[in-house]
């Protein structure tokens, strides 16, 4: 019954990425992606190709399964409610947030020192789509796909807090692990896409009579007709009359 509601590239994409990201993890629990080999590490050549592959690494399993829920749920709206943009707003997202993380420099916004970091994981997309999910209804104005926007707030409102640096809330004794370079990245990137097509795919219907001068023959013969075969309709009542019918109405609605 879902097959013509429910698309297929909503739950086979979610799928795909989400197996990727597990059998990276898997990967990495056995070795194959050791020290920062894979993940993205500011300014460096060598942390070019974590532009590519951060996304599918994770620092540990309440890593990868926090990532993995709001991944799915995202990618199934996107895919759902923008099949034309979606793959374009996917990896021009991943590819642009890795490589704004990549030119950020690693600096404590506290002491002004230099960091070596090295950021890894989903979430930098995780933001892109939820700010694309959110901007686009609200660019759009299409009521379906503003109330994509409202549950997208709603489950997922708190991730503003993630773009801002720990830091500035409590007292560290060493520098968070979480990166928010890559979550501003991602909200930023997430952003700005839902501007650039926010003309394209599904939109606000206007029907034809809401535009200026609309004039139809066919409608404008049609009232004619009705104001020759009801003349009654248009006649002035007299005040006791609409008083009349006023109080013939009320006893109707006490009965």
């Known amino acids: 019954m879902f097959k013509n509601v429910i698309s297929k590239r909503a739950m086979i994409y979610p799928l795909l990425m989400l197996s990727a990201m597990w059998f990276g993890y898997f990967l990495q629990m056995q070795g194959f992606f050791g020290s920062c080999?894979?993940?993205?590490?500011?300014?460096?050549?060598?942390?070019?190709?974590?532009?590519?592959?951060?996304?599918?690494?994770?620092?540990?399993?309440?890593?990868i399964i926090g990532n993995s829920?709001?991944?799915?749920?995202?990618?199934?709206l996107l895919y759902q409610f923008y099949p034309v943009v979606a793959n374009k707003v996917f990896?021009?997202?991943?590819l642009a947030t890795g490589l704004l993380v990549w030119l950020l420099p690693p600096i404590d916004i506290l002491t002004g020192d230099y960091l070596y970091t090295c950021t890894i994981g989903a979430s930098g997309v995780v933001y892109v789509?939820?700010?694309?999910?959110?901007?686009?209804?609200?660019?759009?104005w299409h009521m379906k796909l503003l109330t994509i926007s409202m549950l997208v707030v709603l489950y997922y409102g708190s991730l503003v807090w993630g773009m801002l640096p720990e830091e500035l809330f409590y007292t560290m004794q060493e520098p968070s692990k979480i990166s928010w370079q890559a979550h501003l990245s991602g909200a930023v990137v997430g952003s700005i896409l839902a501007f650039a097509f926010r003309h394209v795919g599904e939109k606000k219907k206007k029907f034809i009579w809401e535009f200026p001068n609309y004039y139809s023959e066919k409608d404008d013969k049609l009232w004619q007709e009705y104001k020759e075969n009801h003349p009654e309709d248009f006649l002035e009542l007299p005040y006791k009359k609409r008083d009349d019918i006023w109080d013939h109405l009320d006893e109707l609605r006490k009965r």
């Open 37 to 63: 080999f894979g993940a993205i590490i500011p300014l460096l050549p060598e942390g070019l190709l974590g532009v590519i592959t951060s996304p599918l690494l994770h620092g540990n399993i309440d890593h």
């Open 69 to 76: 829920i709001p991944m799915a749920a995202l990618m199934f």
């Open 91 to 94: 990896v021009t997202g991943w």
């Open 129 to 140: 789509l939820a700010f694309f999910l959110f901007f686009s209804g609200v660019f759009k």
